[in-house]
């Protein structure tokens, strides 16, 4: 049975966002919380100032550093969350007044500017990222806030909680946020590869977490396939493609994939699942470490590991025990 553990560790420290990256994006979250704060007190010093809560990836220890575009730029992902805390539901305004206001705060923040999208104002940088600002609205003592979403006005949504639920989850699953990466990757890879749209990193977290088998051994590349597998049996069940949002508010994100998107996905976990199966089984490690990367990608490097059946090795080192011990 191949083992392509040292593989995967450097895959991880490949993908994984390094500690200067993570600071320069914290640094630059703390810029516009300073500017969004200034603004509204300049503006707006008689309503209700923002608060802030970084949610997504960076908040859930799980972002990575990006594929690079042709430009050599990566499009890190970033959600930092702006809310309005009142003491009635009378306090709110109109949805578009918050989005623009949030827009005008931070139009001028960098050369790229800023736009406004349907869940959020979004902010562009000259590296390739971008920090995505959703803005809510809750009335002080409610439980979950309102995202103000132009497509969905006023759905609830509590990013907050989902973090605090991650978190404990990683606490019961010592290997979570490592798996989260690879399937991250792996996601992103295809993305990058093909015609079509891999669920969000959200959704492969929920997946992961849920179908996270303890495996006493550690190794990342059995752990993989026993989640792969896991869930492709889950999910290609009649009536089995669902994926609960385990906290407020328990909605379905899977509700509206239509038909097409939900057979390619399927059909691309069921590729992934049958190789790590193929790889574990496999003998030599090098056409073991070729199975995973041709899910993964090229970061996903083989140059270390062995080519040579396992049974050859061992045979190898049989007969050096052997010969030694007649100069023993």
């Known amino acids: 049975m191949a083992n392509n553990q040292e593989q995967f560790n450097a895959f991880h420290d490949t993908i994984n966002a390094t500690k200067n990256r993570r600071t320069t994006l914290k640094k630059n979250r703390d810029a516009l919380r300073d500017r969004i704060r200034k603004y509204f007190k300049e503006n707006h010093s008689d309503y209700i100032q923002p608060n802030f809560h970084w949610q997504g990836s960076y908040a859930m220890h799980t972002i990575l550093a990006p594929i690079k575009d042709e430009e050599g730029l990566g499009a890190y992902d970033l959600d930092d969350g702006v809310y309005f805390v009142g003491e009635s539901q009378d306090e709110r305004k109109d949805l578009d007044w918050y989005h623009k206001e949030v827009l005008k705060a931070?139009?001028?923040h960098t050369t790229k500017g800023a736009e406004d999208?349907?869940?959020c104002v979004t902010v562009l940088y000259a590296d390739g990222h971008h920090i995505d600002l959703p803005i809510y609205f809750m009335v002080d003592g409610d439980d979950h806030p309102q995202l103000a979403h132009r497509k969905d006005?006023?759905?609830y949504s509590d990013p907050r909680e989902l973090i605090d639920w991650f978190s404990k989850e990683c606490g019961?699953?010592?290997?979570?946020?490592?798996l989260v990466r690879y399937f991250k990757a792996w996601c992103e890879n295809?993305?990058?590869e093909k015609d079509f749209k891999m669920p969000t990193g959200c959704i492969m977290t929920m997946l992961a977490a849920e179908y996270?088998?303890?495996n006493a051994d550690l190794r990342e590349d059995i752990a993989m396939r026993d989640i792969l597998t896991a869930m492709h049996n889950a999910l290609s069940k009649d009536d089995g493609f669902h994926c609960w949002r385990p906290t407020y508010p328990y909605e379905d994100l899977f509700e509206h994939y239509k038909k097409t998107r939900k057979e390619k996905f399927l059909a691309e976990l069921k590729s992934f699942k049958d190789d790590a199966t193929r790889a574990i089984e496999c003998k030599n490690p090098h056409d073991a470490c070729m199975k995973w990367q041709k899910h993964f990608g090229d970061r996903f490097s083989c140059s270390t590991a062995k080519d040579e059946d396992e049974?050859?090795?061992a045979k190898s080192f049989s007969g050096a025990l052997n010969t030694n011990s007649r100069f023993a």
């Open 106 to 108: 931070v139009e001028k």
């Open 117 to 119: 999208n349907a869940p």
């Open 153 to 155: 006005p006023w759905m």
């Open 172 to 178: 019961k699953k010592t290997m979570l946020r490592r």
């Open 190 to 192: 295809i993305n990058n």
């Open 212 to 214: 996270y088998k303890n």
């Open 311 to 313: 049974d050859a090795q």
